[in-house]
């Protein structure tokens, strides 16, 4: 399968900082998520992002897959943030099987 | 609409018993995902339907692991026997395009 890697493995922030997780790929790819999965263990899609910029409130993502890899910036970062952020890809059909990272373990001080 | 259902949310059985997961997807979504998520391994996909078909169960690990979806709003994962090595938190997730929505996961103990 694909492989993915994820980076830091591990960030600790005072709240209102900002922060960016990153995602590296191995191959082409056309289905590219960031997940949230907060401390009581519920995952959460951030977004779908195979390619391009999207932005979601304080959350933004970046995707280049020419060059194989996701951005997911967090901005004014809050203790809510907390949690593990998984990249996800498959480079098949958009639609099917999600190869998952090890995840980004995020944590955020007030 | 209430989310991808899973139940039971924690399970504790004995090594040897029959253990049986149940997903109920969000209604009208035509994909159906169960992932496995452990320390070891993170998360991994064991199966997926599409229209209640089986698309893809390479992930299943072994001839102990069956899943069915005998319609559009419920689908089993059985593990039968169990071992301890099967402790983990099992996922349901759905889908209607690419977005997937994920359930709240059955944490499941072997002892």
């Known amino acids: 399968g694909i492989q993915v890697e994820q980076s830091p493995p591990d960030l600790i922030l005072q709240e209102g900082a900002n922060s960016t997780l990153r995602c590296n790929f191995s191959?082409?790819?056309?289905?590219l998520q960031w997940f949230h999965q907060n401390p009581w263990g519920q995952l959460i899609n951030l977004f779908y992002i195979p390619s391009g910029t999207k932005q979601n409130g304080r959350l933004s993502a970046t995707t280049v897959a020419t060059e194989r890899y996701s951005l997911l910036y967090i901005s004014s970062s809050q203790t809510t943030d907390s949690g593990v952020y998984f990249c996800a890809v498959d480079r098949g059909s958009t639609l099917g099987r999600l190869y998952f990272g090890r995840g980004t373990q995020l944590t955020v001080w007030p | 609409d209430a989310g991808v259902i899973q139940s039971p949310r924690h399970e504790v059985t004995e090594m040897g018993q029959e253990v049986t997961l149940r997903c109920k997807p969000i209604s009208g979504h035509d994909y159906l995902f169960w992932y496995r998520q452990t320390m070891m391994r993170g998360l991994e996909l064991l199966i997926y339907?599409?229209?209640?078909?089986?698309?893809?169960d390479s992930g299943m690990p072994e001839d102990r692991f069956s899943a069915k979806m005998p319609n559009a709003s419920f689908s089993t994962l059985k593990i039968q026997p169990s071992e301890p090595r099967d402790s983990a938190v099992y996922f349901c997730a759905s889908s209607l395009r690419e977005t997937q929505y994920f359930g709240p996961g059955t944490r499941l103990l072997v002892l």
């Open positions: 339907f599409n229209n209640n078909v089986p698309i893809d």
């Open positions: 191959d082409s790819v056309n289905n």
